[in-house]
């Protein structure tokens, strides 16, 4: 396939100093327009390398998900190839043209309308007469935002900024398209546009897409870099990325003291094959999972519900006492739940218990996090991966 992009040795400083930023930015400016270029290695006073030696490729018809935790330096590497900031040391190649939507304003006059916004991209773009007033309904068309396109983008909800965004970066159907949680925002239904979009562009194209929805980069994405502090430790299959992202996310999760209320009331162990899990530990597919816990201080016949959570906090899924038909004791001290097999894509979960008044209205009480992880093989973008019963007739 062809290559795109080509990225070697990219590397990109800060500095923590707002005097000594203006400064070293005075000076880039300055060689900038002499013509000059001298790659800085060593670090100055109050600087700090945001990339260091980084180094990937993009080729037509790839995908390729860019990830990393906050701070990792994956907007930066995603400005510097988009040429909104100046790098430091290494290069990049572009072989062909280029579209980015790397904040939710898009580079948007805000006091023109929407309309007009889209008109001056078009003239930046080169396009005159019937050209400029094709792209012009084809962005309308795509956004679909009726009546607010032709008001000014300072009123439009952020939801309308990623509309307009992603329809004026993508209807030219650039040769590189670069995405940065464009997706976060808007209805269903345009994300779904999006998403075919994307599709349709990658046959032809290459596009880098930044998520922390580890859900749409798996669906939408055949590559993946995972970056750490700045560098690349890791380029391959989008699976491995999302595999390494997980690994690492459910390492700080762990150490991390979640959300409870009055856990006193109740206290909850997790058994897998009739062995009591602790914090982080490993667990496969299939195995079966049981609850346990002592619940002698909460009231007569309390609502319980099992949360299940990804490694973001997401709930994912939940078994809801309120959904049996459960005679309680006169006086129970402990309680047993069956969860059934785990089910999940390897990764990082956990489980917590809420428990609601009889009537579940009142929240009485959420008990203590207790994480774990799912080994095996990634299966698809779901978290929850159901096994059927399959059978044939001849």
């Given at each position: 396939?062809?290559?795109?992009?080509?990225?070697?040795?990219?590397?990109?400083?800060?500095?923590?100093?707002?005097?000594?930023?203006?400064?070293?930015?005075?000076?880039?400016?300055?060689?900038?327009?002499?013509?000059?270029?001298?790659d800085v290695v060593a670090l100055k006073s109050k600087e700090f390398w945001a990339l260091r030696d980084v180094s990937c490729e993009l080729r037509r018809g790839e995908v390729m998900a860019v990830l990393g935790h906050n701070g990792a330096g994956k907007s930066t590497l995603l400005k510097c190839i988009a040429?909104?900031?100046?790098?430091?040391?290494?290069?990049?190649?572009?072989?062909?043209?280029?579209?980015?939507?790397?904040?939710?304003?898009?580079?948007?006059?805000?006091?023109?309308?929407?309309?007009?916004?889209?008109?001056?991209?078009?003239?930046?773009?080169?396009?005159?007469?019937?050209?400029?007033?094709?792209?012009?309904?084809?962005?309308?068309?795509?956004?679909?935002?009726?009546?607010?396109?032709?008001?000014?983008?300072?009123?439009?909800?952020?939801?309308?900024?990623?509309?307009?965004?992603?329809?004026?970066s993508s209807v030219m159907t650039p040769d590189i398209l670069i995405l940065d949680e464009v997706l976060a925002v808007g209805d269903l239904s345009f994300r779904v546009k999006c998403y075919e979009r994307i599709n349709e562009i990658s046959r032809n194209a290459g596009v880098l897409f930044v998520s922390h929805?580890?859900?749409?980069?798996?669906?939408?994405?055949?590559?993946?870099?995972?970056?750490?502090?700045?560098?690349?430790?890791?380029?391959?299959?989008?699976?491995?990325?999302?595999?390494?992202?997980?690994?690492?996310?459910?390492?700080?999760?762990?150490?991390?003291?979640?959300?409870?209320?009055?856990?006193?009331?109740?206290?909850?162990?997790?058994?897998?094959?009739?062995?009591?899990?602790?914090?982080?530990?490993?667990?496969?597919?299939?195995?079966?999972?049981?609850?346990?816990?002592?619940?002698?201080?909460?009231?007569?016949?309390?609502?319980?519900?099992?949360?299940?959570?990804?490694?973001?906090?997401?709930?994912?899924?939940?078994?809801?006492?309120?959904?049996?038909?459960?005679?309680?004791?006169?006086?129970?001290?402990?309680?047993?739940?069956?969860?059934?097999?785990?089910?999940?894509?390897?990764?990082?979960?956990?489980?917590?218990?809420?428990?609601?008044?009889?009537?579940?209205?009142?929240?009485?009480?959420?008990?203590?996090?207790?994480?774990?992880?799912?080994?095996?093989?990634?299966?698809?973008?779901?978290?929850?991966?159901?096994?059927?019963?399959?059978?044939?007739?001849?």
């Amino acid at each position: 396939m062809e290559t795109l992009l080509r990225v070697e040795g990219l590397g990109k400083k800060f500095s923590r100093d707002l005097k000594a930023s203006m400064k070293a930015g005075a000076k880039s400016i300055l060689r900038s327009y002499f013509g000059s270029r001298q790659d800085v290695v060593a670090l100055k006073s109050k600087e700090f390398w945001a990339l260091r030696d980084v180094s990937c490729e993009l080729r037509r018809g790839e995908v390729m998900a860019v990830l990393g935790h906050n701070g990792a330096g994956k907007s930066t590497l995603l400005k510097c190839i988009a040429g909104k900031l100046r790098i430091d040391t290494g290069s990049v190649h572009l072989n062909g043209t280029i579209g980015h939507m790397l904040e939710m304003s898009a580079g948007f006059e805000q006091a023109l309308s929407g309309r007009e916004n889209v008109r001056l991209r078009g003239r930046l773009l080169h396009l005159k007469g019937k050209a400029i007033e094709k792209y012009i309904q084809e962005v309308a068309e795509f956004a679909d935002i009726g009546e607010f396109f032709d008001a000014p983008v300072q009123f439009y909800s952020s939801g309308m900024r990623a509309r307009l965004g992603f329809a004026v970066s993508s209807v030219m159907t650039p040769d590189i398209l670069i995405l940065d949680e464009v997706l976060a925002v808007g209805d269903l239904s345009f994300r779904v546009k999006c998403y075919e979009r994307i599709n349709e562009i990658s046959r032809n194209a290459g596009v880098l897409f930044v998520s922390h929805s580890l859900g749409q980069v798996a669906r939408m994405c055949n590559r993946g870099i995972f970056l750490e502090k700045g560098r690349v430790v890791y380029d391959g299959t989008v699976q491995e990325a999302i595999r390494i992202y997980q690994d690492k996310l459910g390492q700080g999760n762990e150490k991390v003291d979640r959300f409870v209320l009055n856990p006193e009331l109740v206290s909850m162990e997790f058994f897998v094959s009739g062995v009591k899990v602790s914090a982080g530990q490993k667990v496969g597919y299939g195995e079966p999972m049981v609850l346990k816990g002592d619940i002698s201080k909460l009231p007569r016949g309390a609502q319980m519900r099992v949360l299940l959570r990804d490694a973001g906090s997401g709930l994912i899924m939940d078994w809801n006492s309120a959904r049996n038909t459960i005679e309680w004791p006169r006086n129970p001290t402990h309680v047993c739940a069956d969860l059934g097999p785990v089910e999940l894509n390897p990764g990082a979960y956990s489980l917590s218990v809420q428990v609601m008044s009889p009537d579940g209205r009142e929240h009485l009480c959420m008990s203590s996090v207790i994480p774990f992880r799912v080994t095996g093989e990634l299966l698809y973008a779901i978290p929850v991966q159901k096994r059927a019963n399959w059978s044939f007739t001849v």
